[in-house]
């Protein structure tokens, strides 16, 4: 079991260019969410999933969109990067219930210079 | 005033010792609490939730919860070096609903040999 896969580890991007963060997982997980993590910040929602075919606006999601492709994939896409954007990028699943914990991956560390 | 907050610290504790940590929600209507460890560079793992009023054991980790005074604490008792790490305090339920789970900043926590 791999549980949470985010690809690419790392990037560096220009401002302006756009990408896509890849998220998959093997949990058969119904929820699976996007968090950015800044220094001094903590970790806060950009978007999440509640289940397959629903996406919705977590705390900060400004400069974001998201697609749920299916019960296992989340992507973040950044259409168009500002340096605000640098930041480590988290994936989490959960089972969707009211106390269901996150699995988290490993994240990606996006610098835009 | 931040709906989760943790003081940042460092917390320093001897090898041996019980580390307590602290949070504070500004939700009453929060249902589930969690902790989560981070260490530095790597992805947050769960280390255990509560959500009735009291402690709860796991091994070496007693989180207790007091929700008339918006209060959630993790002890480590017998505190490793291998504990170094931050510590993350999260919330849902309430205002926010199950699908949110709300981050505090997190508390380094760093044990001496």
């Known amino acids: 079991n791999a549980g949470v896969t985010q690809t690419p580890k790392f990037q560096v991007l220009k401002t302006g260019q756009s990408m896509t963060l890849q998220c998959a997982q093997d949990?058969?997980?119904?929820?699976m969410y996007w968090y950015r993590q800044d220094p001094g910040m903590g970790l806060r929602l950009i978007y999440y999933?509640?289940?397959?075919?629903?996406?919705d606006k977590g705390e900060v999601p400004n400069g974001y969109n998201v697609s749920r492709l299916n019960k296992r994939e989340f992507s973040l896409r950044l259409e168009s990067a500002a340096p605000s954007q640098t930041s480590v990028y988290f994936c989490?699943?959960?089972?969707?219930?009211?106390?269901?914990?996150?699995?988290f991956g490993n994240g990606t560390r996006l610098t835009v210079t | 005033q931040k709906e989760v907050e943790q003081n940042s610290g460092p917390l320093s504790v001897p090898e041996g010792a019980i580390a307590s940590l602290n949070c504070t929600y500004s939700?009453?209507?929060?249902?589930?609490f969690f902790w989560y460890r981070q260490y530095s560079g790597k992805s947050p793992e769960l280390i255990m939730f509560?959500?009735?009023?009291g402690d709860k054991e796991d091994g070496r980790f007693t989180a207790q919860l007091n929700k008339a005074s918006q209060y959630v604490s993790l002890l480590i008792r017998d505190s490793q070096p291998s504990d170094s790490a931050t510590y993350l305090c999260?919330?849902?339920?309430?205002?926010?609903?199950?699908?949110?789970?709300?981050f505090g900043t997190g508390t380094r926590l760093l044990v001496s040999p």
């Open positions: 999933s509640a289940s397959e075919g629903t996406t």
């Open positions: 949990m058969n997980h119904n929820s």
């Open positions: 999260a919330v849902n339920g309430g205002n926010t609903g199950f699908q949110k789970l709300v």
């Open positions: 939700d009453r209507g929060s249902q589930s």
């Open positions: 509560i959500y009735s009023n």
């Open positions: 989490a699943s959960s089972e969707g219930a009211d106390i269901s914990p996150l699995h």
